[in-house]
């Protein structure tokens, strides 16, 4: 089946910095990336619909100044939290359509488990 | 709109028993019905899907669901569970193919 990687899994961070989430397509083309935010025990909550080459559609509530998505191919989406505080502490998931397909099927990430201290 | 419910957030299972986890969903339209399983620290696997055809569908690991379209259904059903199916379940509906909306989660735990 189609797999989706993310880089890093754990990433711990200083608050105040940037950090730097990447999603790749390994073995297809995704023209839509979705990302995700999941907290502890609970179901993931959609922050944004990226397509390639435009800018991302942010879901409401969330800041897109402060969570950065680009997809830049239709193999990469990079989701940046910028100025990270610990209340963005997070799992993050970023997930794929196999692009030319309509099986209807989402593909995710191992996702990348955020600490900001 | 459409909205998915799972109504028990966690169900604990003795090992070889069977185990059901629901799940309803409610739309205005028809809609791609998924369940997706999730074990710690990690991202989520699809385990099967109801694209359209036969309202009975059977996935990995063992794992079946049942379509019903008069009761807004999509249960996910094992007729004997193991350790290694100890996990987060979650039930997800599209309406396009391209929106996807997950229900809360079931934390399903197998007792030896």
């Known amino acids: 089946g189609a797999v989706v990687s993310q880089h890093p899994s754990r990433v711990i961070c200083k608050s105040g910095t940037s950090v730097k989430i990447e999603c790749r397509s390994l073995d297809f083309q995704a023209t839509t990336m979705f990302w995700y935010r999941q907290f502890p025990k609970q179901s993931l909550m959609l922050m944004a619909t990226s397509n390639e080459g435009s800018k991302a559609t942010y879901e409401q509530g969330v800041e897109k100044d402060k969570f950065l998505i680009n997809h830049a191919s239709l193999t990469l989406s990079t989701l940046t939290v910028t100025s990270a505080h610990p209340e963005d502490s997070s799992f993050y998931i970023c997930?794929?359509?196999?692009?030319?397909?309509?099986?209807?099927?989402?593909?995710f990430g191992e996702g990348s488990r955020l600490t900001v201290l | 709109a459409q909205s998915v419910t799972q109504l028990d957030s966690q169900v604990p299972v003795f090992e070889e028993a069977p185990v059901e986890l629901r799940c309803n969903y409610s739309?205005?339209?028809?809609?791609?019905l998924f369940w997706y399983v999730q074990y710690p620290n990690q991202g989520l696997q699809l385990l099967l899907k109801?694209?359209?055809?036969?309202?009975l569908v059977k996935g990995i690991n063992g794992f079946e669901a049942e379509f019903n379209k008069s009761q807004t259904s999509f249960h996910l059903r094992k007729p004997s569970v193991h350790i290694s199916d100890t996990a987060e379940y979650f039930c997800?509906?599209?309406?396009?193919?391209?929106?996807?909306?997950f229900g809360t989660g079931t934390s399903l735990t197998v007792i030896p």
């Open positions: 997800a509906v599209s309406p396009t193919g391209n929106q996807f909306y």
């Open positions: 739309s205005s339209v028809s809609v791609y």
């Open positions: 997930s794929a359509i196999l692009a030319g397909t309509n099986t209807g099927e989402l593909f």
């Open positions: 109801y694209l359209s055809g036969s309202t």
